[in-house]
């Protein structure tokens, strides 16, 4: 099984902070990457497709960029309702596999 | 909306089973995947298995290989994931997550991209 990894696993940052999430796969992965956001309690929601494609709705501060095994997740302006944990995962191959998470809390 | 409603929460005693639907809205579910994903509590999210609710072909991962059952009714337009043998370790909650696909440059990007509230699992003695 391919193995995510994310960096940091937490961290503290204000409204309009510039975020960025990192996730590393233990093998290329191609552009094959989705990341997803979950707040406490809920279920995930989709962000990030094809590591770089803005899924419908989800706000233009957020995107997606990399290839291989590194990709980053930015959120160009921090919102108050971004405050939750990211998740990357892996669709290059079965089982797909996703990140420890990044929580992302309040400075 | 497209809409995925699953099943309420289920407290289980080692070893039994258990089953737990996911009832689709809003779209034709003949059309689409069904994957099953699980959390433990405080843990990371983790894919059990999926179904092509158009022929019911599945797809297991190996770690659920010989416990996990994903079936759908068609008729009902639901998908049901039965885990069987259960164990503490089991206890979670148990998310369905619409499977679909976009073409680009002749690529396939899957993804799940509607998710149903969840459902808690509890196993214990």
């Known amino acids: 099984d391919i193995q995510m990894t994310q960096s940091p696993s937490s961290l503290s940052a204000s409204v309009g902070d510039r975020v960025t999430i990192t996730c590393r796969a233990s093998q290329s992965v191609s552009s094959y990457l989705n990341w997803y956001q979950q707040k406490a309690g809920k279920a995930p929601n989709l962000l990030i497709y094809g590591a770089s494609s803005l899924q419908s709705g989800v706000p233009s501060r957020f995107s997606g960029s990399g290839s291989g095994t590194d990709f980053t997740l930015t959120i160009s302006s921090l919102q108050p309702e971004d405050f939750a944990t990211y998740y990357c995962q892996q669709s290059f191959s079965t089982p797909p596999t996703f990140g420890q998470g990044t929580k992302v809390e309040i400075k | 909306q497209v809409q995925l409603v699953q099943s309420g929460a289920e407290v289980k005693k080692p070893g039994a089973s258990v089953k737990v639907s996911c009832k689709a809205s809003?779209?034709?579910?003949?059309?689409?995947?069904m994957h099953w994903v699980r959390q433990a509590p405080g843990q990371r999210l983790e894919w059990m298995g999926w179904i092509n609710a158009g022929n019911s072909n599945t797809k297991y991962s190996q770690k659920f290989q010989g416990r996990v059952t994903i079936t759908r009714d068609t008729s009902a337009s639901t998908a049901y994931m039965e885990l069987s043998s259960l164990r503490s370790e089991d206890t979670a909650v148990y998310y369905c997550a619409r499977g679909d696909v976009t073409i680009f440059g002749g690529y396939y990007y899957y993804y799940m991209d509607v998710w149903g509230k969840g459902t808690t699992v509890t196993v214990s003695s």
């Open positions: 809003g779209y034709t579910f003949t059309s689409y995947t």
